[in-house]
């Protein structure tokens, strides 16, 4: 089964809304290496609507450009992007479809395609959603030493928590940390009797 992996860039308070605001101060060799990592590398990209409408506003002209970018730009123009929305959409970029069917059945059916690693970025609904439906197999968080104060956090208001194990932690030297979480279901319930034999004794 393919596996789908989702990056995100966010702030120290959880926003994750806007980051071409905040972020670039932050971004050096190593973030690109771990951003490359995750989208570069896939042979598939799963967007929402709105970060796929950013990405095609602005990858194509600067593969186009051949700027210093233009590397990955291609990477991107030749990956297989699908798209998630519940509009019908009419596409430019090339090697982009949308998405047909209910998501989780329409994601599961894509899992079980033949092919590389499914890459996401942003299109935070589209994470909270695969999240909660147990599909998403991967989340990478660039936590940025700022608080951002406003916009959309990660994670919303509901019913029922999301246990994630660390997979993998790395600090950058921009105070950039770059976590690798997947979904834990190894978590009981417990209360503070269950914890307090942890507490230093004495």
Request: charged share 25%; proline share 4%.
């Amino acid at each position: 089964m393919r596996k789908i992996t989702a990056g995100l860039f966010i702030s120290l308070d959880g926003v994750v809304e806007a980051p071409d605001q905040w972020h670039f101060p932050y971004f050096n060799d190593e973030m690109g290496a771990a951003v490359d990592a995750t989208l570069g590398s896939a042979d598939t990209v799963l967007l929402g609507r709105r970060t796929y409408d950013s990405f095609a506003g602005a990858w194509p002209e600067r593969e186009a450009a051949g700027g210093e970018d233009a590397g990955f730009a291609k990477k991107l123009g030749d990956a297989r992007k699908i798209v998630v929305s519940n509009q019908q959409l009419a596409f430019t970029w090339r090697n982009s479809e949308q998405l047909t069917g209910e998501l989780a059945e329409a994601v599961t059916a894509l899992k079980n395609e033949p092919g590389g690693n499914i890459a996401m970025s942003g299109s935070v609904s589209v994470v909270r959603q695969l999240l909660a439906a147990g599909l998403l197999d991967e989340l990478h968080l660039l936590v940025h030493p700022i608080a951002v104060r406003k916009g959309m956090r990660l994670f919303d208001e509901g019913e029922t928590a999301i246990p994630l194990r660390l997979v993998s932690s790395e600090a950058f030297r921009t105070g950039v940390l770059n976590l690798v979480y997947a979904p834990d279901g190894t978590v009981d319930d417990a209360t503070y009797d269950d914890a307090k034999g942890h507490l230093p004794q004495g």
